[in-house]
C-alpha cells in the first residue's frame, strides 16, 4: 500500500510538473511580455514594465478591424449551427429514417481527414463560385467545421432526454411544442450550450479556413496576431494580441457557467 500510495504521489507530481512547464510558463510568459517595455536577458523578470505596447496595437485600426470581424464571424456561425444542426440532432434523436447511420458516421469521416488538405480542395471549388476572399466565404468553410460538434453532442442531449417524463406530460393535457418546451429543452440544454459555446470558442480561433478562403480581403483575429510573428515585429506586438484573443472566450466561459450554472454546465459536457 505504501509503495502504490508513492507511486501515486510520483505520477502527480509528473503530471504537476507537465501543466507547468508545458502550459502555465508559456501564458504568464505572454502575460509578462504583454506588459512588459523592456526585458533583457538574464533578468528573470522585464526591467521595466508598462502600457507602451498596448497604446500601439490599440492604435491600430486593422486590430479593431480584425477584432470585429472575429466577433461577426463567430456570431454568425454560432447562429446558423444553431439553426442548422440543432433540427437535425433532434432528428438524428428521435426519428428513424435510411441512411441515418451512414449520414452520422459521415460527419465524424469528414474530420478524419487531414483539415489543412480538405480545406484546400474546398478551397479550389470555392473559387469557382467567387466565394474565395468573401464573409461569405469563410463563414461556409467554418460552417462545414462545426457540423461534427453541433450534431452530436445536442444528438446525445436530446437521446438522453426522459422519454417517461415527456409522456406524463402528454398524458396530464400538454401538446408537443408544450412538451418540448417545458420537458424536452431544459434537459438538453446545458449539453446545447455548451456545443453552442465550443462552436463559438473553435471559430474565433480558427485560422485556416480564415487564411486559405478568406485572405487577402478577410483578416481575423488569429491571422493578424500571426502576420505581425511572421514579419517579426516587436515581440510584444503578439504578445498583446495573445491577451487580447484570450479575453473573449474568457468571457464566454465565465458567462455561460452563471447562465448555465457550473453543475450543470459539467454535465452537459459529459453528454
Not at 456570431?75 to 433532434?90: E, F
Not at 400538454?174 to 417545458?182: G, K, M, P, S, T
Not at 471559430?203 to 481575423?220: K, N, Q
Not at 495573445?242 to 472566450?249: E, F, G, I, Q
Request: with cysteine.
Amino acid at each position: 500500500m505504501i509503495l502504490s500510495s508513492r507511486r501515486h504521489d510520483v505520477f502527480g507530481l509528473i503530471i504537476l510538473l507537465f501543466l507547468i512547464v508545458f502550459i502555465v510558463l508559456p501564458v504568464l510568459t505572454v502575460f509578462l511580455w504583454a506588459f512588459a517595455e523592456q526585458w533583457f536577458y538574464p533578468s528573470v523578470l522585464p526591467t521595466k514594465w508598462g502600457f507602451r505596447f498596448w497604446s500601439a496595437v490599440l492604435a491600430r485600426p486593422d486590430v479593431w478591424a480584425g477584432l470585429w470581424t472575429s466577433i461577426e464571424l463567430s456570431l454568425t456561425v454560432t447562429a446558423l449551427s444553431a439553426i442548422i444542426c440543432l433540427p437535425a440532432a433532434y432528428a438524428f434523436a428521435r426519428m428513424d429514417f435510411p441512411g441515418k447511420s451512414v449520414f452520422m458516421l459521415s460527419f465524424l469521416m469528414a474530420n478524419a481527414f487531414p483539415r489543412f488538405a480538405l480545406i484546400i480542395s474546398i478551397a479550389v471549388l470555392f473559387l469557382s463560385f467567387n466565394l474565395v476572399g468573401t464573409f461569405t466565404g469563410v463563414v461556409i468553410i467554418q460552417l462545414l467545421n462545426t457540423l461534427l460538434l453541433m450534431i452530436w453532442l445536442p444528438t446525445a442531449a436530446f437521446r438522453a432526454v426522459s422519454r417517461d417524463m415527456e409522456e406524463a406530460a402528454r398524458d396530464v393535457g400538454a401538446n408537443r411544442w408544450q412538451v418540448f418546451r417545458h420537458i424536452t429543452l431544459p434537459q438538453a440544454f446545458p449539453t446545447i450550450a455548451a456545443a453552442l459555446l465550443m462552436t463559438f470558442v473553435w471559430t474565433f480561433y480558427e485560422t485556416e479556413g480564415a487564411w486559405l478562403v478568406g485572405a487577402p480581403r478577410i483578416r481575423t483575429m488569429p491571422l493578424l496576431m500571426m502576420s505581425m510573428i511572421n514579419n517579426q515585429l516587436v515581440v510584444q506586438y503578439g504578445a498583446v494580441l495573445s491577451v487580447m484573443l484570450w479575453v473573449p472566450s474568457l468571457a464566454a466561459i465565465l458567462m455561460a457557467r452563471r447562465v448555465i450554472g457550473g453543475e450543470a454546465f459539467a454535465k452537459g459536457l459529459g453528454g
